[in-house]
């Protein structure tokens, strides 16, 4: 259930049903060979969003699944003590050269390496469809303090708008940007769920969208034929859709929708 409003949120009494993949896969560990790519392809998030996850007086903040840091420098730059951890090597290299001074760390929500009880808030973005919840969740909330918070954040294309729509149909997109499958299962040890919804627009240099594409995990791992192809195609959307043709910028449209819920306190 969705308040369809944007920056509407809903409370779910239960937890729903758990879908996501269970494991680490070839496709969630091959981002670190493009990892500049995906540095420069992949939005940040709305400030509304994060603000809406954090509770109030947390200070110290857990980034799991880090990647190059998208998220950590927002969280930083609120003046948190953030912590990361991410399991590519590749994205750990990017990540220190874009968030230098902050520490993260080889892990996963799995195998978190944090003592107990040592952080307010664990945040995943863009990240929780990797995780297996029956690992994952027992151990967020051994590093969580009493009353802790997990949250997660996706950002998804907006495809109600007609070149968004095209640019999906030419990726053969396997990763769904239907803000509504991204209402991820979190469960006991935690309380009840809240939803929260942001649609707001990322504005990007135009060129930029082919590293928005090449750094999808479904891309990545095409052979080089298809993904040549599927790159050029995205070439001719941007040479001769209307709302995309001669400009130096584009605003992608997106739909953030979060996730949060607490520990016992």
């Known amino acids: 259930m969705w308040i369809t409003s944007a920056c509407d949120t809903v409370t779910m009494s239960e937890p729903e049903g758990r879908g996501a993949p269970a494991g ?65 090597a590749g994205m750990r290299e990017q990540f220190r050269q874009a968030v230098p001074g902050t520490p993260v760390l080889a892990g996963t929500a799995e195998h978190i390496p944090l003592a107990d009880n040592t952080v307010d808030v664990v945040l995943m973005a863009q990240a929780w469809h990797w995780v297996d919840p029956d690992l ?10 009493p009353g802790g918070r997990l949250g997660v954040v996706w950002n998804t ?26 209402t991820p299962a979190l469960g006991p040890p935690f309380g009840p769920v809240d939803r929260h919804r942001v649609e707001w627009e990322w504005q990007l240099p135009a060129d930029d969208l082919m590293d928005y594409v090449a750094s999808r995990s479904y891309i990545i791992t095409m052979t ?13 959307l941007l040479a001769t859709h209307p709302a995309l043709a001669g400009a130096g910028s584009v605003g992608l449209p997106q739909v953030t929708v979060s996730s949060r819920a607490d520990l016992p306190g």
């Open 136 to 145: 994952a969740l027992p151990e967020i909330a051994r590093v969580l303090r």
């Open 224 to 236: 080089a034929q298809e993904r040549s192809a599927t790159l050029d195609m995205v070439r001719n």
């Open 24 to 88: 680490v896969t070839s496709r969630a560990t091959s981002f670190g060979a493009v990892a500049d790519v995906y540095e420069r392809g992949r939005p940040p998030y709305p400030a509304a969003a994060i603000e809406w996850l954090l509770p109030l007086g947390a200070l110290r903040v857990l980034d799991v699944g880090a990647g190059t840091g998208k998220l950590t420098r927002q969280l930083s730059g609120m003046g948190l003590d953030v912590v990361a951890v991410e399991p590519s």
């Open 157 to 182: 294309r907006d495809e109600r708008v007609d070149w968004v729509a095209r640019l999906s149909a030419i990726m053969h997109d396997r990763e769904s940007d239907n803000p509504d499958d991204h």
